[in-house]
């Protein structure tokens, strides 16, 4: 019981600090309403009280800004931009969500959703500094609008110099006269800079490892101090053609392991799946000689092996190399069966 409950809570423990760790990878968002959900839904024009937004009419352009709640694509409300005469240039009709903090020479991302009443409508979505500056546009040019919501997006790196953004939206093209356009989720985004950690039992008297595979590899060091190969250090994945070995994967493992002064443990030398399929093709002799050739190039390649897994799943009914359970027919070779069951080990 004692040890059941040890298993469960350590489970829960390290649930937690990998929920914990997952939460650091989440976006930073700076800008301020973009959802619009902390404004109130507004009579068109009374928008002087909308948190973080400024709206603009330029050059006897005429059109009307409010928050809705009649259509939105996240929450409850949206930016409705109603346009009846357009001014001289793009920007005479525009919302701008400002001001936000960045960092000069770093990376972010504007992304929104935006619809029309009516396909064929238009924008252009920036993000710059309050000196007019462009930071980017996404699409690098205007944007079709349809009936449906779509997300746009543009990453884009802050100039030096620059502590201070504003991202205009530019509203006035003749194909949005008499039409409505709908803004949504406007988000300036960048990733958070994640704190390095030591390994759950750094320093600790037993080791806490992982598989190692290209999808564990980012930030592997942080969470796990022994390592073991997943696929690449089974004899299909190695020699999969005959005497032509692949060790690539093989020597990642073994090399960061090593350069890292981690436990390595090698999975494995012998196991019904996952094994080079011509060695059924051979005599019970060839197959030997070809087995013990390959446990001799394992050990030559890496001398320093510190657990070395010589037979996966050898019980009856699970994974034994006997052309039965799985695919691979070598365990005659072995002794097969034998006296004990077991001879082949």
Do not use: C
């Amino acid at each position: 019981m004692r040890t059941l409950f040890t298993k469960i809570l350590t489970s829960l423990i390290l649930a937690l600090f990998l929920s914990i760790t997952v939460s650091f990878a989440q976006d930073v968002v700076v800008n301020t309403n973009g959802s619009f959900e902390d404004s109130d839904v507004t009579a068109s024009g009374d928008t002087a009280s909308v948190e973080g937004w400024t709206f603009e009419l330029q050059d006897d352009a005429v059109a009307t800004f409010a928050i809705v709640d009649s259509v939105s694509k996240d929450g409850s409300r949206s930016l409705a931009v109603s346009v009846t005469a357009t001014g001289a240039n793009e920007y005479s009709i525009q919302a701008i969500n400002e001001p936000f903090s960045v960092q000069e020479e770093k990376n972010y991302t504007l992304s929104l959703w935006a619809k029309s009443n009516a396909t064929g409508t238009t924008a252009n979505f920036t993000v710059g500094n309050p000196s007019f500056d462009e930071f980017g546009r996404i699409g690098n040019a205007d944007v079709s609008l349809t009936e449906e919501w779509q997300l746009f997006s543009l990453g884009f790196t802050v100039p030096a110099g620059n502590t201070e953004g504003r991202a205009p939206l530019h509203f006035s093209f003749s194909g949005n006269v008499d039409n409505t356009i709908f803004i949504d989720s406007v988000r300036i985004t960048t990733p958070v800079e994640r704190p390095d950690y030591d390994p759950i039992a750094e320093g600790k008297a037993k080791w806490l490892g992982n598989v190692h595979s290209s999808t564990q590899l980012e930030r592997f060091l942080d969470y796990w101090n022994q390592i073991t190969p997943e696929n690449s250090g089974k004899w299909g994945s190695v020699e999969g053609t005959r005497d032509e070995m692949n060790w690539d994967q093989l020597d990642a493992a073994y090399n960061l392991a090593k350069n890292n002064e981690l436990p390595f443990r090698f999975h494995v030398l012998v196991w019904g799946s996952q094994q080079p399929g011509w060695i059924n093709d051979l005599t019970p002799e060839e197959q030997l000689e070809e087995i013990e050739e390959w446990f001799q190039a394992v050990n030559d390649r890496y001398p320093d092996i510190d657990y070395l897994e010589v037979v996966n799943e050898p019980l009856p009914g699970h994974n034994r190399p006997n052309g039965v359970e799985n695919d691979a027919d070598y365990w005659d070779a072995l002794g097969g069966e034998g006296e004990t069951g077991f001879d082949w080990i």
